[in-house]
């Protein structure tokens, strides 16, 4: 493949957290891009998992991103050039049963990939995966900025404001942009995206993996907040927005290193509900019943982004609808539970031969 200028073609690229569900389709594509990759990561998170059912090439380093001397020894010895940070606890419901693990890897987690990329002089990127949940949530129907408050009124939701925090704090204090080239040689940027969804997770308490995994068992999955609204897009979308910011601080350019937004337009923003109705039209083996629980921790109803700067100023937005997206991410796994057949790589191809004729800059 030869996109986004051909700036990975044999570099080496560090994926934290790569056997999940974005950082495997992450360490696929960059993979496809000719890059050395390597991983570092707890063992995959479920069985099956969408790592590996790839069977990629990556130097796969099984570690916690809480053990420093441990990430710092694998910096040292692989010597990254651009490292992608999205190792995480990644589930709102589970950090209200576990606050102190979900503090402690999703904020010193990023502390200590921060600290050993300014460790090592082969690092001269750095992109830090956090999530839309980073901002203070007033569920207010326009969308969220760049330059809006961090918050979080749950523990996930407050532990990625938190990620973002560290990571501004660490580029104005050892990269700053005005210094690049003077004092050190590092670029560093955030990215915060809506919900994704696509084939190959198995997570728990995910709205996607838990109606298709009740269908490959002929059975209902229970909804319990059918009203909740999301930004709805495919992997595939924030990913191309991280590898080509990833591309613009490899190339050198300091007006990047910052805070960015990935996510869908207004009009792909759908509910629960919505959702679910379209998935029904490409497997009729998917059946739901609503289940509301009052009980139920509190999650938002309502979070949309402002992707008004990336797509002004990187050139990014998004390839699919939402029809694509669901149908693509439903026959992903219908055709693994009725064929055992997987279709991560031809979804990656369809999406940049989209992105091609749309005429994408960084497909070009």
Sequence with gaps: MIMFNSIYKNRRVLITGHTGFKGSWLALWLTELGAEVIGYSTSPPTFPNHFDLLGLPVKSITADIRDYNKLLDTFIKYQPEVVFHLAAQPLVRFSYKEPRETFETNIMGTVNVLDACKSVLSVRAVVNITSDKCYENREWVWGYRENDPMGGYDP???????SELVTSAWRNSFFHPDEYGKSHNILAASARAGNVIGGGDWADDRLIPDIMKAASRGEKVVIRNPSA??????VLEPLSGYLCLGQKLLEGKPDFAQAWNFGPSTEEVLSVRQVLEYIKQYWDAVTFEIQQDLANPH???????????SDMVLKWRSIWGKEDTIARTVNWYRQFYEKQNMLSVEDLIKYTEDARAKQIEWAL
């Design 229 to 234: 609204t999301r930004p709805w897009q495919h």
């Design 299 to 309: 999650e938002a109803s309502l979070l949309k982004l402002d992707c008004s700067k």
């Design 156 to 162: 996930y939701s407050a532990s990625k404001g938190c």
